[in-house]
C-alpha cells in the first residue's frame, strides 16, 4: 500500500514547510508534535478535506496504520474508529492520509481537562459491540 509522491505545484511556503501526497492542497498545519507534523489539506480529485500525518518514526506510523487497517477489516472505521485513505512515503518520511476528525484528541482533553467522559465512552463502546 505504500506509494512515493512528490512535492504539491502550490507556494513555495508550502513547499518550504510542508511535503505533501500528489493531488492534495495545502490548507493548515494543525500541530507540529514530537512525532511529527498534522496538516490538513484538500483531496483535489474528491473535494475532500483530510488530514496528512507524517513521521520521522516509520516503526510508529506503520503500526498506526496496520491497527486501523485491522480495524477497518471489520468495519469499526464506521464506528468513531479513524478512517485510513492511504500511507506515503515522501523524501523517506511517511504519511498517513486519514479523515479530518471533527476534533483532535489534544483539543478533547483540554475541553475536558484530561477527562474522558463517562457518556463518550459508552458511545464508543455501544457503536463498537454492534
Not at 506515503?88 to 504519511?95: A, H, K, L, V, Y
Not at 486519514?98 to 481537562?113: A, F, M, R
Amino acid at each position: 500500500m505504500y506509494r512515493s509522491a512528490s512535492w504539491p505545484s502550490s507556494s513555495s511556503e508550502t513547499r518550504l514547510h510542508h511535503q505533501l501526497p500528489r493531488g492534495h492542497t495545502y490548507l493548515d498545519t494543525l500541530r507540529h508534535v514530537s512525532f511529527g507534523t498534522v496538516v490538513m489539506c484538500k483531496r483535489r480529485d474528491a473535494g475532500q478535506i483530510v488530514d496528512v500525518k507524517t513521521s520521522d518514526h516509520h516503526q510508529d506510523l506503520h503500526q498506526e496504520a496496520s491497527m486501523l487497517r485491522h480495524l477497518m477489516l471489520h468495519n469499526l472505521d464506521k464506528c468513531n474508529i479513524l478512517t485510513l485513505y492511504d500511507e506515503i512515503f515522501i523524501s523517506n518520511r511517511m504519511s498517513l492520509v486519514v479523515e479530518k476528525l471533527d476534533i483532535s484528541l489534544h483539543n478533547y482533553l483540554l475541553e475536558t481537562q484530561g477527562l474522558v467522559l463517562l457518556e463518550d465512552i459508552r458511545t464508543v463502546i455501544q457503536q463498537v459491540g454492534r
